[in-house]
């Protein structure tokens, strides 16, 4: 099967800690001889991501506007090539994540988006997620996926009104367009994670930022956080972690104390 060439895009800020690991993980999966323009935007950086990044060949632009959708257009615009990949600079990519996401988008043409999943290095964060993979329908993420180039700039690119939310917004157009955004729950990337502390902290950065009316109704935030002990003592038993009844519970209330404070006008 001939494989055009495909550009990779990713976007930084201080990412030094993880983004070697990344940049390791994404050299490994993808072939060389297929790759077009490697491009990370880095948020105006003042550790040495910018060092890392050109050591391992990529070319490193100063972003216009500090913003995962700002930056996030700003590579797409840069793009040459009829698919395109995006990164975050704290995920490990799976090792064959790239053949089976080219063999979904080159064997669907209504396929815009194919991605994979995502779970946390920490093993109580991990295990909360594989929960929420196993009971929820939808996932979205824009840290490992393959994109058609012509359907996302023809749909208007990454939504800069919402700037932690835009890889839900952009699903959405993609759906409502017609196409599809293919999700593959059996290829699993890590996230790397530190300790609970830092993931719920976090999670309460990105709450703050988030327009929570785009992701959930409030009735399901608060629906999820006064079931939360229940599926927390569910969650501990089955993976005889008994720290994960608190954090689970914490977990939610972070998600619930974000709405109330931040999505409702």
């Known amino acids: 099967m001939l494989i055009q060439k495909i550009d990779l895009l990713m976007w930084t800020l201080n990412s030094s800690k993880t983004l070697q690991l990344s940049l390791?993980?994404?050299?490994?999966?993808?072939?060389?001889?297929?790759?077009?323009?490697?491009?990370?935007?880095d948020g105006r950086s003042t550790d040495n991501t910018v060092e890392i990044a050109k050591s391992f060949g990529w070319n490193v632009v100063e972003a216009e506007t500090v913003g995962i959708a700002f930056q996030a257009n700003q590579?797409?615009?840069?793009?040459?090539?009829?698919?395109?990949?995006?990164?975050?600079?704290?995920?490990?990519?799976?090792?064959?994540?790239f053949t089976?996401?080219?063999?979904?988008?080159?064997?669907?043409?209504?396929?815009?988006?194919?991605?994979?999943?995502?779970l946390p290095t920490n093993r109580i964060m991990k295990a909360i997620r594989e929960e929420g993979l196993r009971r929820e329908k939808r996932y979205v993420s824009m840290d490992n996926n393959l994109y058609r180039t012509e359907i996302i700039r023809a749909l208007g690119g990454f939504?800069?009104?919402?700037?932690?939310?835009?890889?839900?917004?952009?699903?959405?157009?993609v759906i409502k367009a017609g196409f599809k955004w293919v999700v593959d729950k059996n290829l699993v990337s890590q996230h790397i994670s530190c300790s609970v502390r830092?993931?719920?902290?976090?999670?309460?950065?990105?709450?703050?930022?988030?327009?929570?009316?785009?992701?959930?109704?409030?009735?399901?935030?608060?629906?999820?956080?006064?079931?939360?002990?229940?599926?927390?003592?569910?969650?501990?038993?089955?993976?005889?972690?008994p720290e994960l009844f608190f954090v689970y519970m914490c977990w939610r209330f972070v998600d619930l104390w974000g709405y109330a404070k931040f999505g409702i006008a």
């Open 159 to 173: 939504d800069v009104r919402f700037n932690t939310g835009c890889d839900i917004i952009l699903q959405s157009r």
């Open 75 to 97: 590579a797409l615009k840069m793009v040459q090539t009829p698919f395109f990949c995006s990164f975050e600079h704290d995920v490990i990519v799976c090792p064959n994540w």
């Open 198 to 241: 830092d993931c719920l902290r976090h999670r309460m950065r990105m709450v703050k930022l988030a327009n929570w009316r785009v992701k959930v109704p409030f009735i399901r935030v608060l629906f999820r956080f006064l079931f939360s002990p229940l599926r927390g003592l569910e969650m501990a038993l089955k993976k005889r972690c």
């Open 100 to 118: 089976t996401v080219y063999r979904h988008i080159r064997k669907d043409q209504e396929v815009a988006v194919v991605q994979g999943v995502r």
């Open 24 to 41: 390791k993980s994404i050299s490994k999966t993808i072939p060389k001889e297929i790759i077009g323009q490697k491009i990370i935007v």
